[in-house]
């Protein structure tokens, strides 16, 4: 098989990578850890919103929500990552906005101030806050994706989530502080449409380390 | 349309705007950074009043009396009064301050009755403070009502409920431990388990319960069973939500009235203020770390895409400094304009790099890199500019549109941030502008010199994929890669102009200015530090020190509270036991003041109030108030609260009530019989602390050490390579002792002649040379290839018939064969080569002729057959048989070194076809004229791809260059021709007697036609010829001047449009070239003309053996100067603009100005070497050494280089030197040739 045998030349590390199987299982990895990572950190910083001063041990706080909170939010963002190109391939709109690291690296660190906003900052009312994420939700995308496909995928996932969430807290496994708006946090959706926004913008970036390389593949073969 | 328009103008108008500024900014790049530079300094002036940040608390202190609480508004006087303190405070912290000895002392007491009872009088004071209660008109006050309410603790901190009030007055003493209750205490058989139950265990930074309920430091408290001062303090501590002054100076009265303090000196008029910054706990960080781990990502994959510029790392810190000069300048304008910021700068700081982003440096940079490089910088920069102006002015006007509308949120803290991040964006364009253009005009100017730099190596230096089959090797080559190459590094060839700030560059790496300065800096960092202790280290370090010493844990039982740093102390003092049961009495609260200052004995404790005291809150932890708040969920971050002055109290009980208050267990505890007293633990523990230290502190120089040799080579530092020829002392270094690094340049060694080289004559594009061996070689002067190959037939002939048979037309007359056996120094012998006026001769063996490197052109002209010999030439017989019968022996049993070469042109060679590779042609049978084969070059020139060769006989002949084939020849004269010039078509030909004779080389062509190779040529050398193969060449010889000088003409020199000749009659003539006209006899050399140097500009220098040199003016026939400058002959001469090169058979070389005749400097060169140089730009001269070439700084006769040109350089001197166009110089170096890539001459037109 030419594909089995060009393979076979390039070399074990190549061959790794341009497997496909092999190439989706990495970059789900990639996207879980990256998506557990920053769900421990968010949550900490969540967390101290309520609380002013920590007891000694401050590790445990870092896992003092329930545990499988992480790897939900792991699972989520690896299949979200591996969404996006995906539904790019599908619909056939590739996705051309600045497709480079830095600029992925930014969008994280937008992602993240909007979570530090939302913890830190005081604000007036909920409703407030509510527009102002949401303003800087719709601010990140079209920042860094301005794609039809990400703005409806971040939206129905963004939904998605808060429905899951409401349904676990009104069955008691999960609990808000404090319900604000329509019984949820009012950051909740918006939190949720800017990190789909963010962990697709990763996934995308990964994959086109798969496409290049079955470019050269190409251009080898 | 008329939007489009007004867009379009918009656009062109900001096209043209950035344009203009993009040539201002590369036309003045150091005033524009140094511009930037200034305002950047001025904008963070303001930062200047900033407080630094830090976590540690901040005091302030205010008198009591005419104390009220501060407003929430800032009032006038800001200048006294810090920003934090405003509004009222958290808590009014009233400290009672208890001192209690049981005094005298008494031998019979145990360790215990130290503390027990001291602590026992605790549980009255309370009472008493809780009872007191102050009534006056306006009613009845107790502390119930003034007091800080405090109702839960946190959850975590079920363990304290029994100990920490949890309801009502917050109210800490040492009480606390028994629930204030006096039963509790008189119950307890161990005092200090109770106590130590509480403590954290292992290495806990937070304050410990004991120093909250305390309220002094631990070592201060004295409740230790080896206490030396027995001396127990602790205090009570009152948090008061409101100030009543008149409740509390009462309650001091009272107390005082009570237990009087009487040599205590405590002032009472000081109120102090504590505020507490925002505390960063882990929890905190871990967010913030992160964001800044982001950042840093994505700092690191921007600046990754800089890419085509000279410097990557330096225009990726151009970014960065112009991004975080932005942000701080920002935060100074705002602080300027009385904005003072309030969000935590390093939790913002992140966002705002973010948002400002790094976007339009990469755009700009890339959109440079972008532009033709064949531009001049300054265009390149500017058109890059208004490439990309109008993206960047819509980048600018979106983010400021967004930030503004963020603006709108009305939300304080994110209005302050937009605030910051349009300050920020603004200033960033701005210095994205000014700083960053032209950081990146600098870097692309520099780029563009090392790139030139780099091309003309590349293109010559590639080293011969395979060697040519016509250049055979004796010998293997040398490695290309020779160790003995020495040469300067790139930049500082560049900076071969700019020498001062080489100077200076030098000096501070010489002097390690830079680290000395950083070095200083961090160690009056560390003083300032320690010195004012902000951060209370040392108070936590000597807590830590004391915390871990086993001085008050003796009494415990191993598994409590024992440090795993250090194990406990004395396992016997657990083992002691003493069961002596003493009666249990309350002690009746009775006054004792008549026991204060009453018996003073050796062993009685003493109470002493000093100034330590007065400040005892400062020798507390950091965290004291702060974690004891935090237990109730209130926080001090960003608040502040007032200590008030402490009550001093101090309690004298007797041995007696002592005694009564003892636990029956209380005399089990006795001491050991040989206690270690504290100072020894002390000590021990200081010395445990101090060994650990000076043990790691070994270990890391070690280990840096390692690190450092395992890294670094062994002469990391150290200058160069040595090398043995020239040894270090005799470089002329610099005077701050910086000799030339090493860097590789290989000169390109060409390889084919088996003798000697006579005669080198180049045109830029070719090189030809010629051999004592008459073989004549022409090669590529850019790749080193070998062309072409005219060997010479006559003595490959001849030697093949198995002798020489040579017969030349060799003047006796001038030249008697004696004379060159016996190796006199015969000028008439040499001065008619072109390759003369060198100065050395050496003698060598005369038994191989290979050996004969310092004689031009002699070995085929002995003629060895002395029978064959005219007669009327015929010297005596006997004077020559013998060597007649050695010379054919020898070359009998030796083939000849001409023999040795056979070029072997039939063997099949895989090589690229290049002309060279040809066959040796054989003697055109139908070549215009015959051929004398047997009479060898004497002179050469070069022009076009015409040869023309003077030969001893008398012969001109012109060779293709190219083809090798003979394509003129000339025989009117009879007379050796000593020097050839070959001006356009013209060639004139010095001969051996002093004639001149001027040739027209004619093609059947007209002139006009003729085509023109290659570039304009530089100083004399015009423009060449080119003659195709198919003209046929004439040579006509015009005129002859018969006697042009009385005696041989030495030199020959010829440039525009003028012909120069000076000879050994003392005179240089000048003649026109056109018709052959004897302009002017110089006369004014008091020797024989050894020199002269004619460029296109008319300069006319002269040398003469009397060492003098002469300038003359050409079109006047004046002499413009004369000076002396040698001792004996001047051997070379060079001109430039500015100065005068010479050297003379003294081995110097003087380099004079050239308008002033001043001699600027000389070098002194190695013994037989100074005759050789040349120069390759205005300011870099080269020089010809033993088996090396020296570059030279004209302008400060530095020495900048010296490239060996082969691994045996013994005793093969390079006697000439050549300077191509291209920047290369050819040198002879034996029977090779030399040719070495100068790594740059380039200086560019700013």
Same mark, same amino acid.
Request: aromatic share 8%; charged share 20%.
């Given at each position: 098989?030419?594909?089995?045998?060009?393979?076979?030349?390039?070399?074990?590390?190549?061959?790794?990578?341009?497997?496909r199987t092999t190439n989706v299982v990495i970059r789900g990895t990639m996207l879980f850890s990256v998506g557990v990572f920053l769900a421990l950190v968010l949550n900490l910083l969540q967390v101290q919103r309520n609380v002013t001063l920590f007891p000694p041990d401050v590790l445990s706080s870092v896992f003092s929500s329930a545990w499988w909170v992480p790897p939900c939010c792991g699972s989520a963002s690896a299949l979200i990552g591996l969404l996006y190109p995906c539904i790019d391939h599908c619909l056939g709109e590739p996705h051309?906005l600045k497709r480079e690291w830095s600029s992925v690296m930014r969008c994280v660190a937008v992602f993240v101030g909007i979570n530090h906003a939302s913890a830190k900052v005081d604000f007036a009312n909920n409703v407030q806050l509510s527009l102002t994420l949401a303003a800087l939700s719709i601010g990140l995308w079209w920042t860094f994706d301005r794609s039809r496909s990400g703005f409806g995928l971040g939206v129905g996932i963004a939904l998605l989530a808060t429905l899951v969430t409401q349904l676990l807290v009104y069955n008691g496994v999960f609990q808000y502080t404090s319900p604000d708006f329509l019984y949820i946090r009012s950051w909740l959706p918006c939190i949720f449409f800017a990190g789909v926004i963010t962990i697709g913008n990763i996934g995308r970036q990964l994959a086109l380390y798969e496409?290049?390389?079955?470019?050269?593949?190409?251009?080898?073969? | 349309?008329?939007?489009?328009?007004?867009?379009?103008?918009?656009?062109?108008?900001?096209?043209?705007?950035?344009?203009?500024?993009?040539?201002?900014?590369?036309?003045?790049?150091?005033?524009?950074?140094?511009?930037?530079?200034?305002?950047?300094?001025?904008?963070?002036?303001?930062?200047?009043?900033?407080?630094?940040?830090?976590?540690?608390?901040?005091?302030?202190? !205010?008198?009591?009396?005419?104390?009220?609480?501060?407003?929430?508004?800032?009032?006038?006087?800001?200048?006294?009064?810090?920003?934090?303190?405003?509004?009222?405070?958290?808590?009014?912290?009233?400290?009672?301050?208890?001192?209690?000895?049981?005094?005298?002392?008494?031998?019979?007491?145990?360790?215990?009755?130290?503390?027990?009872?001291?602590?026992?009088?605790?549980?009255?004071?309370?009472?008493?403070?809780?009872?007191?209660?102050?009534?006056?008109?306006?009613?009845?006050?107790?502390?119930?009502?003034?007091?800080?309410?405090v109702t839960d603790l946190l959850p975590g901190l079920r363990r304290m409920q029994?100990?920490l009030?949890e309801h009502?007055?917050?109210?800490?003493?040492?009480?606390?431990?028994?629930?204030?209750?006096?039963?509790?205490?008189?119950?307890?058989?161990?005092?200090?388990?109770?106590?130590?139950?509480?403590?954290?265990?292992?290495?806990?930074?937070s304050?410990?319960?004991?120093?909250?309920?305390?309220?002094?430091?631990?070592?201060?408290?004295?409740?230790?069973?080896?206490?030396?001062?027995?001396?127990?303090?602790?205090?009570?501590?009152?948090?008061?939500?409101?100030?009543?002054?008149?409740?509390?100076?009462?309650?001091?009265?009272?107390?005082?009235?009570?237990?009087?303090?009487?040599?205590?000196?405590?002032?009472?008029?000081?109120?102090?203020?504590?505020?507490?910054?925002e505390e960063i706990g882990i929890a905190e960080l871990i967010p913030l770390v992160t964001t800044y781990i982001i950042l840093f990502a994505y700092?690191?994959f921007?600046?990754?895409?800089?890419? @085509?510029?000279?410097?990557?790392?330096?225009?990726?810190?151009?970014?960065?400094?112009?991004? $975080?000069?932005?942000?701080?300048?920002?935060?100074?304008?705002?602080?300027?304009?009385?904005? /003072?910021?309030?969000l935590n700068?390093g939790e913002i700081f992140p966002y705002l790099v973010v948002v400002?982003?790094?976007?339009?440096?990469?755009?700009?940079?890339?959109?440079?890199?972008?532009?033709?490089?064949?531009?001049?910088?300054?265009?390149?920069?500017?058109?890059?500019?208004?490439?990309?102006?109008?993206?960047?002015?819509?980048?600018?006007?979106?983010?400021?549109?967004i930030i503004?509308i963020g603006y709108f949120t009305l939300v304080p803290a994110i209005q302050e941030f937009c605030?910051?991040?349009?300050?920020?964006?603004?200033?960033?364009?701005?210095?994205?502008?000014?700083?960053?253009?032209?950081?990146?005009?600098?870097?692309?100017?520099?780029?563009?010199?090392?790139?030139?730099?780099?091309?003309?190596?590349?293109?010559?230096?590639?080293?011969?994929?395979?060697?040519?089959?016509?250049?055979?090797?004796?010998?293997?080559?040398?490695?290309?890669?020779?160790?003995?190459?020495?040469?300067?590094?790139?930049?500082?060839?560049?900076?071969?102009?700019?020498?001062?700030?080489?100077?200076?560059?030098?000096?501070?790496?010489?002097?390690?200015?830079?680290?000395?300065?950083?070095?200083?800096?961090?160690?009056?960092?560390?003083?300032?530090?320690?010195?004012?202790?902000?951060?209370?280290?040392?108070?936590?370090?000597?807590?830590?020190?004391?915390?871990?010493?086993?001085?008050?844990?003796?009494?415990?039982?191993?598994?409590?509270?024992?440090?795993?740093?250090?194990?406990?102390?004395?396992?016997?003092?657990?083992?002691?036991?003493?069961?002596?049961?003493?009666?249990?009495?309350?002690?009746?609260?009775?006054?004792?003041?008549?026991?204060?200052?009453?018996?003073?004995?050796?062993?009685?404790?003493?109470?002493?109030?000093?100034?330590?005291?007065?400040?005892?809150?400062?020798?507390?932890?950091?965290?004291?108030?702060p974690s004891?708040f935090s237990y109730y969920n209130i926080t001090l971050a960003k608040?502040?609260?007032?200590?008030?002055?402490?009550?001093?109290?101090?309690?004298?009980?007797?041995?007696?009530?002592?005694?009564?208050?003892?636990?029956?267990?209380?005399?089990?505890?006795?001491?050991?019989?040989?206690?270690?007293?504290?100072?020894?633990?002390?000590?021990?523990?200081?010395?445990?602390?101090?060994?650990?230290?000076?043990?790691?502190?070994?270990?890391?120089?070690?280990?840096?050490?390692?690190?450092?040799?395992? $890294?670094?080579?062994?002469?990391?530092?150290?200058?160069?390579?040595?090398?043995?020829?020239?040894?270090?002392?005799?470089?002329?270094?610099?005077?701050?002792?910086?000799?030339?690094?090493?860097?590789?340049?290989?000169?390109?060694? $060409?390889?084919?002649?088996?003798?000697?080289?006579?005669?080198?004559?180049?045109?830029?594009?070719?090189?030809?040379?010629?051999?004592?061996?008459?073989?004549?070689?022409?090669?590529?002067?850019?790749?080193?290839?070998?062309?072409?190959?005219?060997?010479?037939?006559?003595?490959?002939?001849?030697?093949?018939?198995?002798?020489?048979?040579?017969?030349?037309?060799?003047?006796?007359?001038? @030249?008697?064969?004696?004379?060159?056996?016996?190796?006199?120094?015969?000028?008439?012998?040499?001065?008619?080569?072109?390759?003369?006026?060198?100065?050395?001769?050496?003698?060598?063996?005369?038994?191989?002729?290979?050996?004969?490197?310092?004689?031009?052109?002699?070995?085929?002209?002995?003629?060895?057959?002395?029978?064959?010999?005219?007669?009327?030439?015929?010297?005596?017989?006997?004077?020559?048989?013998?060597?007649?019968?050695?010379?054919?022996?020898?070359?009998?049993?030796?083939?000849?070194?001409?023999?040795?070469? /056979?070029?072997?042109? !039939?063997?099949?060679?895989?090589?690229?076809?290049?002309?060279?590779?040809?066959?040796?042609?054989?003697?055109?049978?139908?070549?215009?004229?015959?051929?004398?084969?047997?009479?060898?070059?004497?002179?050469?020139?070069?022009?076009?791809?015409?040869?023309?060769?003077?030969?001893?006989?008398?012969?001109?002949?012109?060779?293709?260059?190219?083809?090798?084939?003979?394509?003129?020849?000339?025989?009117?004269?009879?007379?050796?021709? !000593?020097?050839?010039?070959?001006?356009?078509?013209?060639?004139?030909?010095?001969?051996?007697?002093?004639?001149?004779?001027?040739?027209?080389?004619?093609?059947?062509?007209?002139?006009?036609?003729?085509?023109?190779?290659?570039?304009?040529?530089?100083?004399?050398?015009?423009?060449?010829?080119?003659?195709?193969?198919?003209?046929?060449?004439?040579?006509?010889?015009?005129?002859?001047?018969?006697?042009?000088?009385?005696?041989?003409?030495?030199?020959?020199?010829?440039?525009?449009?003028?012909?120069?000749?000076?000879?050994?009659?003392?005179?240089?003539?000048?003649?026109?070239?056109?018709?052959?006209?004897?302009?002017?006899?110089?006369?004014?050399?008091?020797?024989?003309?050894?020199?002269?140097?004619?460029?296109?500009?008319?300069?006319?220098?002269?040398?003469?053996?009397?060492?003098?040199?002469?300038?003359?003016?050409?079109?006047?026939?004046?002499?413009?100067?004369?000076?002396?400058?040698?001792?004996?002959?001047?051997?070379?001469?060079?001109?430039? /603009?500015?100065?005068?090169?010479?050297?003379?058979?003294?081995?110097?070389?003087?380099?004079?100005?050239?308008?002033?005749?001043?001699?600027?400097?000389?070098?002194?060169?190695?013994?037989?070497?100074?005759?050789?140089?040349?120069?390759?730009?205005?300011?870099?001269?080269?020089?010809?050494?033993?088996?090396?070439?020296?570059?030279?700084?004209?302008?400060?006769?530095?020495?900048?280089?010296?490239?060996?040109?082969?691994?045996?350089?013994?005793?093969?001197?390079?006697?000439?030197?050549?300077?191509?166009?291209?920047?290369?110089?050819?040198?002879?170096?034996?029977?090779?040739?030399?040719?070495?890539?100068?790594?740059?001459?380039?200086?560019?037109?700013?």
């Open positions: 098989h030419t594909w089995n045998s060009s393979v076979s030349q390039v070399g074990p590390y190549i061959a790794v990578i341009t497997n051309k496409c290049k390389v079955v470019q050269e593949k190409i251009h080898q073969d | 349309p008329a939007l489009m328009t007004v867009r379009e103008r918009l656009r062109q108008n900001i096209s043209a705007a950035f344009y203009r500024h993009g040539l201002l900014c590369a036309s003045y790049p150091v005033p524009i950074v140094l511009f930037t530079s200034a305002s950047i300094l001025t904008c963070c002036y303001p930062l200047l009043k900033l407080p630094l940040p830090g976590t540690g608390p901040v005091v302030f202190t !205010t008198g009591v009396r005419d104390y009220t609480i501060p407003y929430h508004e800032p009032q006038g006087e800001i200048g006294e009064r810090p920003e934090w303190y405003r509004g009222p405070p958290v808590a009014y912290i009233q400290q009672v301050l208890v001192k209690a000895a049981v005094s005298p002392w008494d031998n019979t007491l145990v360790p215990v009755d130290v503390f027990r009872s001291p602590i026992g009088r605790v549980f009255s004071l309370l009472e008493e403070i809780r009872n007191h209660v102050y009534t006056d008109s306006s009613g009845v006050r107790s502390l119930e009502s003034l007091c800080l309410q029994t100990i009030p009502g007055c917050l109210l800490v003493s040492p009480g606390n431990y028994w629930q204030n209750q006096r039963d509790l205490f008189d119950l307890d058989s161990d005092l200090l388990k109770t106590i130590h139950q509480h403590e954290p265990k292992g290495f806990h930074i304050t410990s319960l004991r120093d909250l309920l305390f309220g002094v430091m631990k070592e201060h408290t004295g409740v230790s069973l080896y206490s030396k001062k027995r001396v127990v303090t602790y205090t009570i501590t009152i948090a008061l939500s409101s100030y009543d002054p008149r409740f509390l100076g009462s309650l001091r009265a009272r107390l005082k009235q009570l237990h009087p303090s009487l040599n205590c000196t405590l002032r009472d008029d000081h109120m102090v203020h504590v505020h507490f910054k700092i690191y921007s600046t990754r895409k800089i890419d @085509m510029v000279k410097s990557k790392w330096g225009l990726a810190l151009a970014a960065v400094v112009t991004v $975080l000069s932005s942000l701080l300048m920002s935060v100074g304008l705002c602080t300027l304009f009385g904005l /003072t910021p309030t700068g400002i982003g790094l976007e339009n440096v990469l755009v700009l940079t890339k959109s440079v890199v972008s532009t033709p490089v064949d531009l001049e910088v300054k265009l390149r920069i500017a058109q890059g500019l208004s490439n990309e102006s109008w993206s960047i002015m819509k980048n600018v006007a979106t983010e400021l549109g503004l605030l910051f991040a349009v300050v920020g964006l603004v200033s960033d364009f701005f210095l994205q502008m000014f700083f960053f253009t032209t950081v990146l005009s600098i870097d692309i100017r520099r780029m563009e010199l090392a790139d030139l730099n780099r091309r003309l190596p590349a293109e010559a230096g590639m080293p011969q994929p395979k060697p040519g089959p016509l250049r055979p090797r004796e010998t293997p080559p040398p490695p290309r890669q020779s160790p003995h190459t020495i040469t300067l590094q790139a930049p500082a060839f560049r900076n071969l102009r700019l020498p001062k700030r080489l100077r200076v560059v030098y000096f501070l790496a010489r002097t390690r200015l830079a680290q000395r300065i950083i070095m200083v800096g961090t160690v009056i960092w560390i003083g300032i530090l320690v010195y004012t202790d902000p951060a209370g280290l040392r108070t936590y370090l000597a807590a830590q020190v004391s915390e871990q010493s086993p001085l008050g844990e003796s009494g415990l039982p191993p598994h409590l509270g024992v440090a795993p740093v250090f194990p406990g102390g004395d396992p016997t003092s657990t083992l002691s036991v003493l069961p002596a049961p003493e009666p249990t009495i309350i002690p009746e609260n009775h006054s004792n003041g008549h026991d204060s200052l009453g018996h003073i004995t050796p062993v009685s404790p003493q109470i002493s109030w000093g100034p330590e005291d007065e400040d005892g809150w400062k020798h507390l932890y950091l965290r004291q108030w004891l608040r502040y609260i007032s200590i008030l002055p402490v009550i001093p109290v101090t309690l004298h009980l007797s041995p007696q009530e002592a005694i009564e208050t003892r636990h029956p267990q209380d005399t089990r505890h006795q001491p050991p019989p040989i206690p270690r007293t504290p100072d020894q633990q002390n000590d021990l523990t200081l010395y445990k602390v101090a060994a650990l230290g000076l043990a790691a502190g070994v270990l890391l120089v070690l280990l840096l050490f390692c690190l450092y040799r395992v $890294l670094c080579p062994r002469n990391y530092g150290q200058n160069g390579v040595p090398h043995g020829r020239r040894r270090r002392g005799d470089l002329p270094c610099d005077e701050y002792g910086y000799s030339p690094p090493v860097s590789e340049i290989s000169p390109l060694l $060409l390889r084919g002649h088996s003798m000697d080289i006579e005669c080198l004559a180049s045109d830029g594009m070719l090189l030809a040379s010629c051999c004592l061996a008459g073989q004549i070689r022409v090669w590529d002067a850019q790749t080193g290839d070998c062309l072409t190959i005219i060997p010479n037939n006559g003595l490959r002939r001849s030697s093949s018939s198995g002798g020489w048979e040579h017969r030349d037309g060799w003047d006796p007359m001038t @030249m008697p064969e004696p004379d060159t056996l016996s190796g006199a120094d015969t000028g008439a012998c040499l001065e008619g080569a072109e390759c003369d006026g060198y100065p050395l001769r050496r003698r060598l063996t005369p038994s191989r002729p290979a050996l004969f490197v310092d004689q031009p052109d002699l070995t085929p002209l002995i003629d060895t057959n002395f029978s064959e010999l005219p007669p009327s030439q015929k010297p005596p017989k006997n004077g020559f048989d013998f060597g007649e019968l050695v010379d054919r022996a020898y070359q009998e049993h030796e083939p000849s070194p001409s023999l040795a070469f /056979t070029p072997s042109p !039939t063997a099949p060679q895989p090589r690229r076809p290049s002309v060279g590779d040809q066959p040796v042609m054989s003697p055109d049978p139908c070549s215009p004229g015959p051929t004398d084969w047997d009479s060898s070059v004497w002179a050469m020139e070069l022009r076009g791809n015409l040869i023309a060769a003077g030969r001893s006989s008398g012969k001109l002949e012109l060779w293709d260059a190219v083809e090798g084939s003979l394509r003129c020849c000339n025989e009117d004269g009879v007379s050796g021709i !000593t020097a050839l010039a070959f001006h356009n078509n013209r060639i004139v030909a010095a001969r051996l007697n002093g004639s001149l004779d001027f040739f027209t080389v004619e093609t059947n062509k007209p002139l006009g036609l003729l085509q023109y190779r290659g570039a304009p040529g530089r100083g004399s050398m015009p423009p060449s010829p080119c003659y195709r193969s198919e003209d046929v060449i004439n040579c006509q010889l015009t005129r002859s001047v018969q006697c042009a000088h009385q005696k041989p003409i030495t030199v020959l020199r010829a440039a525009a449009g003028r012909v120069v000749t000076g000879s050994q009659d003392h005179t240089v003539r000048v003649y026109r070239l056109e018709d052959s006209c004897c302009l002017f006899t110089l006369q004014g050399h008091s020797g024989g003309i050894t020199s002269i140097y004619i460029d296109q500009t008319m300069v006319l220098a002269s040398g003469g053996q009397d060492g003098a040199i002469c300038l003359w003016d050409v079109l006047t026939g004046s002499r413009v100067s004369h000076v002396y400058g040698h001792r004996g002959d001047v051997t070379s001469l060079v001109c430039t /603009t500015s100065c005068v090169i010479s050297s003379g058979l003294d081995d110097l070389i003087c380099i004079w100005d050239r308008s002033t005749g001043i001699k600027l400097y000389s070098i002194q060169q190695e013994v037989g070497c100074g005759a050789s140089l040349g120069v390759i730009s205005e300011s870099l001269l080269v020089t010809g050494g033993q088996g090396c070439v020296s570059f030279w700084d004209l302008n400060f006769g530095d020495l900048l280089q010296t490239v060996y040109l082969g691994q045996n350089s013994e005793g093969q001197g390079v006697r000439q030197l050549l300077v191509l166009e291209n920047a290369a110089i050819v040198c002879d170096f034996g029977s090779e040739l030399s040719l070495v890539y100068v790594p740059s001459v380039l200086e560019k037109l700013d």
